[in-house]
T-cell receptor
Framework: KAGVTQTPRYLIKTRGQQVTLSCSPISGHRSVSWYQQTPGQGLQFLFEYFSETQRNKGNFPGRFSGRQFSNSRSEMNVSTLELGDSALYLCASSLEQAVRTDTQYFGPGTRLTVL | AQKVTQAQTEISVVEKEDVTLDCVYE???????LFWYKQPPSGELVFLIR??????QNEISGRYSWNFQKSTSSFNFTITASQVVDSAVYFCALSDAIDKPGRRALTFGSGTRLQVQP
């Protein structure tokens, strides 16, 4: 089975721009979560989507948003980029059966640099 | 609130040495899940193990072993006979039970960078 894929792998933007990152989960996985990794704050949860609905959201400003499509693929968008948004953005997918916490499997990440 | 502490920021060992990575967690829930992930220089987080709070059995997988002790809220990871390929950042993570809405997010520790010298 193919793993989680993320595109693009690298991105350079300037302050004030917006960016869209894409994530394709493992086939059959229904939940997609996004995390931000920075040297200062470490790994932080952004949000989780399941069946095209946001189920959970971390403590990030409204500039960070996402969505999930009917095929479980997900995108996250950051508007009005700030220097502090420079980070590795990791996407994870999980099977999400009804009665247990499933393991999240991560993609290779998108490294965003904001100049 | 949940919290995961990995007090060891960086560990350096020589190949074939054994090394233990410490993980201490805090949660108010009685049902929870613990994970270890490995992050090589490529950046991808590689899943290593998942443990639920009701299973305190230690686990061994090849050169890897995990010691889960609820009494001390610790979930330590030992690599036996370390190899250069083990060099990476290792993260311990905590998740609440699935039956709590919005609680599936992973709370990560700050990570331990392991360098294995040849």
């Amino acid at each position: 089975k193919a793993g989680v894929t993320q595109t693009p792998r690298y991105l350079i933007k300037t302050r004030g721009q917006q960016v869209t990152l894409s994530c394709s989960p493992i086939s059959g996985h229904r939940s997609v979560s996004w995390y931000q990794q920075t040297p200062g704050q470490g790994l932080q949860f952004l949000f989780e989507y399941f069946s095209e609905t946001q189920r959970n959201k971390g403590n990030f400003p409204g500039r960070f948003s996402g969505r999930q499509f009917s095929n479980s693929r997900s995108e996250m968008n950051v508007s009005t980029l700030e220097l502090g948004d420079s980070a590795l953005y990791l996407c994870a997918s999980s099977l999400e059966q009804a009665v247990r916490t499933d393991t999240q499997y991560f993609g290779p990440g998108t490294r965003l640099t904001v100049l | 609130a949940q919290k995961v502490t990995q007090a060891q920021t960086e560990i350096s060992v020589v190949e074939k040495e054994d090394v233990t990575l410490d993980c201490v967690y805090e949660t108010r829930d009685t049902t929870y899940y613990l994970f270890w992930y490995k992050q090589p220089p490529s950046g991808e987080l590689v899943f290593l193990i998942r443990r639920n709070s009701f299973d305190e059995q230690n686990e061994i997988s090849g050169r890897y072993s995990w010691n889960f002790q609820k009494s001390t809220s610790s979930f330590n990871f030992t690599i036996t006979a370390s190899q250069v390929v083990d060099s990476a950042v290792y993260f311990c993570a905590l998740s609440d039970a699935i039956d709590k809405p919005g609680r599936r997010a992973l709370t990560f520790g700050s990570g331990t960078r392991l360098q294995v010298q040849p």
